[in-house]
């Protein structure tokens, strides 16, 4: 019998697990677990993700409210929005690590992309039944399960509609307790509407931790209702306000990039050769053109051009 649990792999099909065996499965946080874990989680941000101070207060202010209510009356719903290379992807994969024992390879973190698990837009009917089972399964398996959702902008409309029973404040669905689950839904979209924000309080003189959500929060809303190859198009999860947090990254300057490079050489356990440092940031591409202010690709392409200059 296959295990329901992992991540779904291409074409993925729904077998639960019989009850003794959802009954060994331990996946609890006790309240002083869960305090740790939103710490650890805040220190690492404050370290790490540069040029972030949305998105750490954000995550982690909704992730330590979560983690220490033992009985939430729903979900925990994030949507990430930003330009490419801003941290979206790196806060996801150090919030499954906090949480779970192997982060992202833990068989309670489910991580879905569009390209691997709904390649066919043709297929969405057969997506939808496989995707709710697979989601209903894993929560009977483990309640405290998180769901990962990658490249949002680049699902079929209408696939995304099978959750919304599962993100609201019922308090069981399908005769599942999927209270203590997270979802994290990632997309670019909105990314311009943020960089045209983040610009115009450039331009002001103001400070850059002076932007605040609100500034963001309807902008964001608009670019991605407003987007047909969004998976929360013409939805429901956006119309009932299922989601809990709106999450913005913002384009990442030069400094900012220089802040990624350091920490890539530390992970590499290499010193912070200042030649190799300058070579990275002199090969990024900034914009807009005249003032050449933010990093086209955010920190994305860090790693492999280290590597190059080393």
């Known amino acids: 019998m296959s295990r329901n649990t992992g991540n779904p792999r291409p074409g993925f099909q729904i077998e639960l697990l019989p009850t003794p065996f959802r009954d060994k499965l331990v996946c609890v946080l006790s309240s002083d677990s869960a305090l740790l874990v939103a710490l650890g989680l805040e220190c690492d941000l404050a370290q790490h993700l540069a040029g972030q101070h949305l998105a750490k207060a954000l995550v982690v202010k909704a992730l330590k409210a979560f983690v220490q209510d033992p009985a939430p009356t729903k979900p925990l719903v994030l949507s990430l929005h930003g330009w490419t290379g801003t941290g979206k992807s790196y806060v996801s994969s150090l919030l499954a690590r906090y949480l779970f024992r192997g982060g992202l390879r833990s068989p309670h973190v489910h991580h ?36 990962l959702f990658d490249e949002m902008d680049k699902l079929a409309p209408g696939l995304m509609e099978v959750l919304r029973p599962f993100l609201g404040s019922s308090w069981v669905v399908f005769g599942t307790n999927y209270r203590k689950a997270i979802f994290i839904f990632i997309s670019n979209t909105g990314g311009e509407q943020i960089n045209q924000v983040a610009l115009e309080a450039w331009r002001s003189r103001r400070d850059r931790e002076e932007i605040r959500l609100q500034e963001l929060e309807l902008v964001i809303s608009q670019a991605v209702l407003d987007n047909p190859h969004h998976g929360f198009w013409r939805s429901g999860i956006m119309e009932e306000h299922l989601l809990d947090v709106l999450v913005p990254f913002l384009p990442l300057q030069r400094h900012h990039v220089r802040h990624c490079v350091l920490n890539e050489l530390a992970q590499l356990g ?22 050449q202010l933010f990093s086209s690709n955010g920190c994305k392409t860090v790693a492999s051009r280290i590597a190059f200059f080393l």
Do not use: M
């Open 270 to 291: 290499l010193e912070p050769r200042d030649e190799v440092v300058q070579a990275v940031l002199d090969s990024t591409t900034f914009f807009p053109e005249d003032e």
């Open 112 to 147: 879905f992309s569009p390209v691997i698990h709904f390649p066919h837009p043709g297929h969405v009917e057969r997506y939808k039944k496989d995707l709710k089972s697979w989601v209903q399964g894993n929560l009977t398996a483990c309640s405290r399960s998180l769901f």
